[in-house]
T-cell receptor, first 113, second 114 residues
């Protein structure tokens, strides 16, 4: 299995509070991605990174920001959490970033009350 | 724009019976195609992938998939389903362009009856 960890694995927070999710990889892959998974929607891309300090928006980026200061870490921040951001968040990594295989972390289950 | 359609939201198959999960994609060129499986509460595990070459690809856990360009399909098959195959299955498409992410279908939930 690819070395990908996510923290925290579960979080409950209140509307309006900031939340940061962390993805850590030990594979030295260049590309990292954040997806959210919701019933009936599959996985949707939030943001991705193609290198240290290089990031871009995905399909559902509103309300989220990301940062990548080291190759191994990719942070997802909800600046002011809303109930619509209750979801399961998955981090993924890939080596070449050209649509080839992505490897997924175990996920973070976030509940915004 | 790319898209992936998994027409079946939920399928129930008897243990030991054969399985086929459907996936149709929309993409102009030859895509990269994937099937992932997700067990409850778990992350996604790659079952198999198609990049080029032989259109019938073998994956883990006895799964296979066939790429049919004329039908824009990449259906997943297994000759004999085991109870442990109960999970959610996602088809995904990627393109040969730097910086692109995978586009996922909405998933098919497989239940296995005894």
């Amino acid at each position: 299995d690819a070395g990908i960890t996510q923290s925290p694995r579960h979080k409950v927070t209140e509307t309006g509070t900031p939340v940061t999710l962390r993805c850590h990889q030990t594979e030295n892959h260049r590309y990292m991605y954040w997806y959210r998974q919701d019933p009936g929607h599959g996985l949707r891309l939030i943001h991705y990174s193609y290198g240290v300090k290089d990031t871009d928006k995905g399909e559902v980026s509103d309300g989220y920001s990301v940062s990548r200061s080291k190759t191994e870490d990719f942070l997802l921040t909800l600046e002011s959490a809303t109930s619509s951001q209750t979801s399961v968040y998955f981090c993924a990594i890939s080596e070449l970033g050209i649509g080839e295989t992505q490897y997924f972390g175990p996920g973070t289950r976030l509940l915004v009350l | 724009a790319q898209s992936v359609t998994q027409p079946d939201i939920h399928i129930t198959v008897s243990e030991g019976a054969s399985l086929e999960l459907r996936c149709n994609y929309s993409y102009g060129a030859t895509p990269y195609l994937f099937w992932y499986v997700q067990s409850p509460g778990q992350g996604l595990q790659l079952l198999l992938k198609y990049f080029s070459g032989d259109t019938l690809v073998q994956g883990i856990k006895g799964f296979e998939a066939e790429f049919k360009r004329s039908q824009s399909s990449f259906n997943l098959r297994k000759p004999s389903v085991h109870w442990s195959d109960a999970a959610e299955y996602f088809c995904a498409v990627g393109e040969n362009q730097a910086g692109t992410a995978l586009i996922f279908g909405k998933g098919t939930t497989l239940s296995v009856s005894s």
